[in-house]
């Protein structure tokens, strides 16, 4: 009899307890966000996935109704800015807009990283990705990418390629095109994307992989020679510009850029936020910031970006392994 009675009691503490923690989760997402959020970028002010992250930030609270603070923490190849959200509340009012390279790169590159890119953030939503050109100096004797291969194979080691860092972005798309076609050029490190231009405009280097948005100016002044795009398709807004695809090379250098929270985040948030970046991607505001930025528009909920993080955290990793790029 009292354990009948102990029981019964048990079962409807149980049940209130369930239905307050529902009621509660209810009232969170119904009010949120409430104040204020903060999306940590995590390279300087200015940069190409500031001035995205900004477009983004901008469209996203219009239809929130709430303001979104662009915050930049820069330094470390992404990596402090990256653990500073990582370590955030999770309560969805810290999230991160980021590229690639913080999480499909970084965590095979350096030996000691301090966040998990699996573990400490989950996805919210992709924005897009970068589609990265391949230039080439004009002092170079190549018209398109299969010359610059065949130049590349009769003189191993003698070319040069630059890159904004050792385990960039930029470093890792050049060695996806030198690892797939067995070939050996010298790595020439920089500190940053223009610098790197600026060597290979001056016939310091040989050839790079950067960002349409770099590149086709400097190729339409006649600086550099450009080979094709490292994307899955042409850019819409630059449907001249052939990829490497197109041309026999599949080489696929196309960084994402995406927001991420950290672990634990509410569901509700993370839908919530969710929604209103797919939405604002569609405005078109938002549309021509991203564009002229050199983004190719290619949004994706919560599901659908962390499918792609699984995915490129082997593409570029396996590209890493395989030219054993190492920081210390």
Known sequence: ?????????????????????????????A???????TMVVPYNAGGGTDVLARAVANGAGKILKQSIIVENRPGASGMIGSSLVARAAPDGYTMEVTAADTHSINPHVYPKISYDARKDFVAVAQVGYLPYAMVVSTRLPVKSIQDYIALARKE???????????????QVAMEMLNVSQGLNVLHVPFTGAAPAMQALMAGQVDALFVPLSLAKPS???GKVRMMGLGAPKRFGGAPEVPTLAEQGVNVIAAPWIGILVPAG??????????DAVLRAVKTQPVIDALTSGGLEISPRGAKGFGEILVQDYKLWGDTVKAANIKAE
């Open 1 to 29: 009899m009292l354990n009948s009675l102990f029981g019964g009691r048990r079962r409807a503490a149980a049940v209130c307890a369930a239905a307050l923690m529902g009621a509660g989760a209810s009232a969170w997402g």
């Open 156 to 170: 191993p080691g003698k070319l040069t390629y630059a890159s904004w860092g050792v385990g960039s972005s930029s």
């Open 31 to 37: 009010g949120y966000p409430e104040r204020p959020i």
């Open 265 to 274: 985040t509410p569901q509700a948030a993370i839908d919530t936020m969710a």
């Open 219 to 221: 190729a339409d002044a």
